[in-house]
């Protein structure tokens, strides 16, 4: 078990490593952050002066090793438009972030997964086929579509709920639902698949075969066999609890960690995207190893063959 974990922290710093890596690279090369933060029409000595202030003058391999040996000391870089600690901007961000995002995960599950099993046990029938029409549906249609959807619907035409902003509980109904629907119905067709999948193994059949009742074959038999997939989507989304709301927050104008994002992007602001993405990567990361581990628990063949890996 030991080994099993230090393989899979091994490979997920070097994920981390690689993602900061890459975010870094590309950043540097799709603009030159003095022109977007000052503008074109500065002038020259200006700029320059903010290029040598920040560091933007140096090679980049200079600069990829100087900001990596700022991490080892915990320091993330300032914000280059206000000259905040961009690790700040970010932690102001998150509650209202969360404010959206665990409740939608709340809803994912509890609509997702018993609508999937609930359709895989009663497969070919009226509510199976609703089920998965749903599911599909939820599946396929962008999350800025149906924000714009239920906008038009319930804040435009009816009048129920307001369009944006973050200055009551009502203003999160949209945005919770926009997220949920959609997680929903990604679990419920990944569940449903899971369970048809193990209810026709053969030691289903035998256990129905020697007399055990169906619905502790369900429990004690299906269920468990079935976890492993679900785990795995719950791992994700788990993992994009951070900044799993970017176009949403977006559409519905709230102050959230995705929407620093795009104004960070936007503006060029390295720190500041440099931050979350690193946080985003190392919640990603921390979830999937956590996945990877339940995965050991549930199935101790899978533990066996990650030592051995």
């Not at 490593?17 to 603009?31: D, E, P, W």
């Not at 080892?72 to 914000?79: C, D, F, M, T, V």
């Not at 599911?135 to 319930?154: E, I, Q």
């Amino acid at each position: 078990m030991g080994r099993y974990l230090a393989i899979r922290i091994g490979r997920a710093a070097l994920t981390i490593v690689l993602v900061v890596t890459f975010a870094f690279v590309v950043l540097r090369l799709s603009g030159d952050p003095a022109l977007m933060i000052l503008g074109p029409e500065a002038p020259p000595e200006v700029l320059a002066a903010f290029r040598k202030a920040w560091g933007l003058d140096d090679p980049i391999w200079f600069q990829y090793l100087d900001y990596f040996g700022a991490i080892a000391k915990g320091e993330l870089g300032r914000s280059m438009r206000d000259g905040r600690p961009a690790i700040e901007l970010v932690l102001e961000r998150i509650p209202a972030t969360l404010a959206l995002t665990l409740p939608a995960f709340f809803f994912k599950v509890a609509l997702g997964i018993p609508a999937g099993i609930y359709a895989a046990l009663h497969r070919g029938s009226g509510i199976d086929r609703a089920v998965m029409m749903t599911a599909v549906a939820g599946f396929t249609v962008p999350s800025f579509v149906l924000a714009l959807l239920l906008v038009l619907v319930f804040a435009v035409q009816l009048g129920w709920l307001p369009s944006g902003g973050q200055d009551s509980w009502r203003h999160a109904i949209l945005p919770i639902v926009t997220l949920s629907l959609g997680g929903a119905a990604v679990l419920a067709r990944f569940t449903r698949s899971a369970m048809l999948e193990v209810l026709g193994q053969p030691y289903i059949r035998t256990a129905s075969a020697k007399g055990v009742p169906w619905r502790k074959v369900v429990t004690s038999h299906a269920l468990p066999n079935a976890a492993i997939p679900t785990v795995t989507i719950l791992g994700f989304m788990v993992g994009t609890l951070i900044a799993g709301a970017v176009v949403v927050e977006s559409v519905f104008a709230w102050p959230g960690v995705g929407r620093l994002l795009v104004v960070a992007v936007a503006n060029r602001d390295l720190a500041v995207v440099q931050c979350i993405l690193l946080l985003v990567a190392m919640t990603m990361v921390t979830s999937n190893l956590i996945v990877d581990s339940l995965y050991g628990f549930l199935d101790p063949r899978l533990r066996a063959k990650g030592a051995h890996a």
